[in-house]
């Protein structure tokens, strides 16, 4: 029989992404407003508003609760979690963070000290208790692979763990969803593929044919003009290289080359002469 507290791992690296998420949304909409501020007044105190922001997070999810925001979208919640705890977690989880964003800062220390090889010396020391806390997390990571909760190493440290507040209710799969999105992508392929291959211009053509009165004779054109402000027949741009083939427009040299591949001879859709490749002319009168 499955262990009613057991909560897979998925859902547990998902709660820590969601929160990590919600809290990249926040600092946007942050520094959406700080951009009515003066320039520079708000990044001097970069860090201590990345504090704040988590530590509103903290006070209306673990403070009150026994989960986060990201757990509580996932079902998920806190076990053995106390008052105590919840603020070791938050002091754990966000205290260094600050220290090195504010102990980096060039105006607080850095910028106190003597010589340039004391400041280097001190950033050396900053960036390598910070590689060492990131190498933790990256090796306690496989631990957690191993041992199927805990994600993060300051959840090991508090004696916490991961459980689910939907004990012993069944999962229920619905493939509805899967459906549907199989058979939009298969319907996005089809439009991709079909779509560029019709020729919606001719078939506007023949469209307007049924209703507009077919010419009896055909209108002899010897030569055309091309004016300034002269467009394509077909995509009704300026002309690029601009061709001539009987009727009274212009045409680019790509359309017309392109209409031709397609239908010979092809029938203006403008003036609805019937236009054939070996009357192609490029020199125009201008």
């Known amino acids: 029989m499955a262990d009613s507290s057991f909560v897979p791992r998925i859902?547990?690296?998902?709660?820590?992404?969601?929160?990590?998420?919600?809290?990249?949304?926040?600092?946007s909409q942050a520094e959406e407003i700080s951009k009515y501020f003066t320039p520079g007044v708000i990044a001097k105190w970069q860090p201590e508003l990345d504090f704040l922001i988590k530590y509103l997070i903290w006070s209306y999810s673990l403070k009150t609760s026994n989960s986060s925001f990201g757990q509580q979208l996932l079902n998920l919640s806190y076990r053995n979690l106390n008052h105590q705890k919840a603020v070791l977690l938050f002091v754990l989880s966000t205290v260094p963070y600050y220290l090195r964003e504010r102990l980096l800062n060039e105006n607080f220390i850095l910028s106190r000290l003597p010589s340039s090889y004391e400041r280097s010396r001190y950033k050396g020391h900053i960036e390598r208790i910070d590689n060492f806390i990131h190498l933790?997390?990256?090796?306690?990571s496989f631990f957690f692979?191993?041992?199927?909760?805990?994600?993060?190493?300051?959840?090991?440290?508090?004696?916490?763990h991961n459980q689910s507040m939907q004990i012993n209710r069944p999962r229920s799969i619905g493939y509805s969803y899967m459906t549907r999105e199989l058979m939009w992508h298969g319907l996005i392929e089809m439009f991709t593929i079909s779509l560029p291959m019709i020729d919606f211009r001719r078939i506007q053509k023949m469209w307007n044919?049924?209703?507009?009165?077919?010419?009896?004779?055909?209108?002899?054109?010897?030569?055309?003009?091309?004016?300034?402000?002269?467009?394509?027949?077909?995509?009704?741009?300026?002309?690029?290289?601009?061709?001539?083939?009987?009727?009274?427009?212009?045409?680019?040299?790509?359309c017309l080359e392109a209409l031709f591949m397609m239908t010979d001879p092809y029938r203006c859709a403008i003036c609805g002469e019937e236009l054939y490749s070996i009357d192609l002319v490029a020199h125009l009168n201008v």
Do not use: M
Not at 18 to 27: A, H
Not at 221 to 246: D, F, H, M, S
């Open 11 to 27: 859902n547990q690296i998902d709660a820590v992404e969601l929160d990590k998420e919600i809290y990249r949304v926040i600092k």
């Open 136 to 140: 933790l997390n990256f090796i306690w």
């Open 145 to 160: 692979l191993h041992l199927g909760n805990q994600p993060r190493f300051v959840e090991r440290l508090l004696g916490i």
């Open 209 to 254: 044919s049924l209703w507009l009165p077919r010419k009896k004779e055909k209108n002899i054109v010897i030569k055309c003009r091309l004016e300034l402000n002269a467009t394509c027949a077909y995509c009704n741009q300026k002309p690029i290289l601009p061709r001539w083939a009987g009727c009274p427009h212009v045409f680019c040299y790509y």
